[in-house]
């Protein structure tokens, strides 16, 4: 087990790490308990993510997670992992709508979730309100590439940047965006090369979700990788199985429930008192 932090991550410590060379990774988390034990296995960085909506709500798309239970999923991931930098994902429609709105639930979720960043999917046509949310106080991680809250107005689900043209644009977007002030990039699903230039022309750290290894840091679904999900995306395989013994320990349970073989009772009466009715 990994001995516990003597400072908390921040935005710092994954800057420096930036520089040094030293890719980290990031999973994402949805409650307190797992947060803790992420936490004391190294993560230096969580995602509380919209795909909470899927993994934890069991909605159809990440564009269903409530705001309110985002932000206190957020907080509570955060009092699990109180050491390691929390990412709250600003949910579909909490920034789109109006400036002041945006700013206001940025803020929540520094205050109300305990956040330590904020992401938001967007392009470089974003920049003027990441700016004002740079200027609020409030960091700033722009999602960039595929971004999974357009699913419906692209038709589904798909990479970015394949082409030359699109490719030019991704880079320009993530320069805007830097220039505007967000504090980091992440990167969804493009080529390698896109990657690659986009870390050239950028000088913040940048997260990968099946962008390549040239970005700084990785980010994953967690559920993908325990082998909970029943689909996982080609870049995020599993690397254990909690399938297998969760549906075995469930097993378990019911042949002892219905063997009613529960061990031995732990509790038992005060001396001297009767478990029989009173008298009428």
């Known amino acids: 087990m990994t001995p516990p932090r003597d400072k908390p991550i921040t935005l710092q410590t994954l800057r ?60 509570a ?6 050491s390691t930098m929390v990412m709250g994902d600003m949910p579909f429609m909490s920034y789109q709508a109006d400036e002041s709105e945006a700013i206001r639930n940025g803020g929540r979720f520094l205050t109300e979730g305990m956040a330590d960043v904020v992401k938001l999917e967007v392009d470089g046509s974003w920049a003027p309100l990441v700016k004002k949310l740079d200027r609020a106080g409030v960091p700033v991680v722009a999602h960039i590439g595929s971004r999974p809250q357009r699913a419906k107005h692209d038709g589904g689900y798909r990479a970015a940047g394949r082409t ?63 082998n909970l999900t029943d689909w996982q995306p080609a870049f995020a395989r599993p690397l254990g199985d909690l399938a297998t013994p969760l549906t075995e320990a469930a097993t378990a349970w019911i042949e002892r429930v219905a063997a009613r073989d529960l061990g031995t009772h732990p509790y038992t009466m005060i001396d001297g008192q009767s478990a029989s009715p009173a008298p009428a």
């Open 16 to 75: 420096a790490m930036t520089r040094a060379g030293t890719p980290f990774a990031c999973l994402t988390a949805y409650d307190a308990t797992t947060a803790r034990w992420l936490e004391r296995a190294g993560v230096p960085l969580l995602l509380v993510g919209d795909t909470a909506a899927e993994v934890v709500l069991g909605l159809p798309g990440t564009i269903h997670c409530p705001l309110d239970v985002l932000l206190a999923l957020t907080a």
């Open 77 to 82: 991931v955060k009092r699990g992992a109180p």
């Open 164 to 226: 030359s043209a699109q490719a030019a644009s991704l880079v320009e977007d993530a320069r805007r965006l830097e220039d505007a002030g967000a504090s980091m990039l992440l990167v969804e699903a493009v080529p390698e090369l896109v990657a690659e230039q986009i870390v050239e022309h950028t000088t913040v750290p940048v997260i990968g979700c099946g962008a390549g290894p040239a970005c700084h840091g990785q980010v994953v679904v967690l559920h993908d990788i325990l």
